[in-house]
Nanobody
Framework: QVQLVESGGGLVEAGGSRRLSCTASGLISSIRALAWYRQAPGKQRELVAAITRDGSAYYVDSAKGRFAISRNNPRNTYLQMFSLKPEDTAVYYC????????????????WGQGTQVTVSS
């Protein structure tokens, strides 16, 4: 079992920056990849970025250049967001992947509760 807690959400003006944090507990050593997803109102949840156990970072096209995923230890993962736009408004979720032989954009098994990011125009 893995537990994930997101923090760092809030209200930010368009053009601003925000850093989200994800703190993992439980079977941390079993985590093969951690990802950030987001779900905007009325839309499906979408993958934003992921970081694998070896530190490789991956981004969907819409996140390249404005978002940066990082971690400073196996427990804490971050999503730094720059040049935020109103369309970045969403609930941001941290997710953990434990199953082997999966790509970074495959299914994730454990999820946090999410943190709301609202970008005002």
């Amino acid at each position: 079992q893995v537990q994930l807690v997101e923090s760092g959400g809030g209200l930010v003006e368009a053009g601003g920056s925000r850093r989200l944090s994800c703190t993992a507990s439980g079977l941390i050593s079993s985590i093969r990849a951690l990802a950030w997803y987001r779900q905007a109102p009325g839309k499906q949840r979408e993958l934003v970025a992921a970081i694998t156990r070896d530190g490789s970072a991956y981004y969907v096209d819409s996140a390249k250049g404005r978002f940066a995923i990082s971690r400073n230890n196996p427990r804490n993962t971050y999503l730094q967001m720059f040049s935020l736009k109103p369309e970045d408004t969403a609930v941001y979720y941290c997710a953990a992947q434990l199953s082997p032989n999966r790509r970074w954009d495959d299914e994730y098994e454990y999820w946090g509760q999410g943190t709301q990011v609202t970008v005002s125009s």
